[in-house]
């Protein structure tokens, strides 16, 4: 079996912007090579799973986003941290537009990105993890049955400081995704420290 760490894709491996599909508007976030190379040097596979309402809203192609994730790999796969899957949600239950206006099971809180990954990967669910900087993004790994931990990158701070949302539904708090790497390799048992 493989353990996998999920991710969410904008405001936790990318800066915030709204409705992103342009390559030269991606901007990795600080830190987020670093941990992911760890990930990946420490046995996880990397899936992530993001909610890409603007495909159901028309304001770009489904073949808009395959590119900008290809674009991301180019960036991160030299540096050690390709992403294995990108899984993405091109529907909403009320402001799609034509077939992507549909009540789905792949849209974050559901869990269907997660059983695409069924696909590719026996995956060990008791040494998995989704990560995300929203409640919604916990809330579909409590609902697959993963660990999860919230990214105080994007939205994740305020949620944190706030008290938003149910922190027991969250096992893990990191300020940045680094910071999450470093505590989950740790919790694993498989290394003391990561970053010297």
């Keep these: 079996m493989e353990k996998v760490i999920f991710l969410d894709r904008d405001g936790t491996l990318n800066e915030e912007v709204h409705y992103l599909y342009r390559p030269e508007d991606l901007k990795i976030l600080p830190g987020v090579p670093e941990a992911l190379r760890c990930f990946r040097e420490h046995g996880y596979r990397l899936v992530v799973?993001?909610?890409?309402?603007?495909?159901?809203?028309?304001?770009?192609g489904e073949a808009d986003v395959r590119k900008l994730h290809d674009y991301m790999n180019s960036i991160l796969a030299p540096l050690g941290a390709?992403?294995?899957?990108?899984f993405y949600c091109p529907h909403h239950p009320e402001h799609g537009v034509g077939v992507y206006r549909t009540a789905c099971r792949c849209r974050k809180p559901g869990t269907g990105m997660f059983e695409m990954a069924e696909q590719y990967y026996d995956i060990d669910k008791t040494r998995s993890w989704m990560i995300g900087d929203k409640m919604i993004d916990i809330e579909a790994g409590k609902n697959y049955g993963?660990?999860?931990?919230?990214?105080?990158?994007?939205?994740?701070?305020?949620?944190?400081?706030?008290?938003?949302?149910?922190?027991?539904?969250?096992?893990?708090?990191?300020?940045?995704?680094r910071e999450l790497a470093e505590k989950i390799v740790d919790i694993a048992g498989e290394t003391q420290k990561i970053f010297l």
Excluded: W
């Design 82 to 86: 390709g992403i294995d899957h990108f």
């Design 49 to 60: 799973v993001t909610n890409q309402a603007g495909v159901a809203r028309g304001y770009y």
């Design 146 to 177: 993963v660990h999860t931990a919230l990214v105080g990158t994007g939205y994740g701070a305020e949620i944190y400081a706030s008290g938003q949302g149910e922190p027991s539904l969250y096992e893990l708090y990191g300020k940045n995704l």
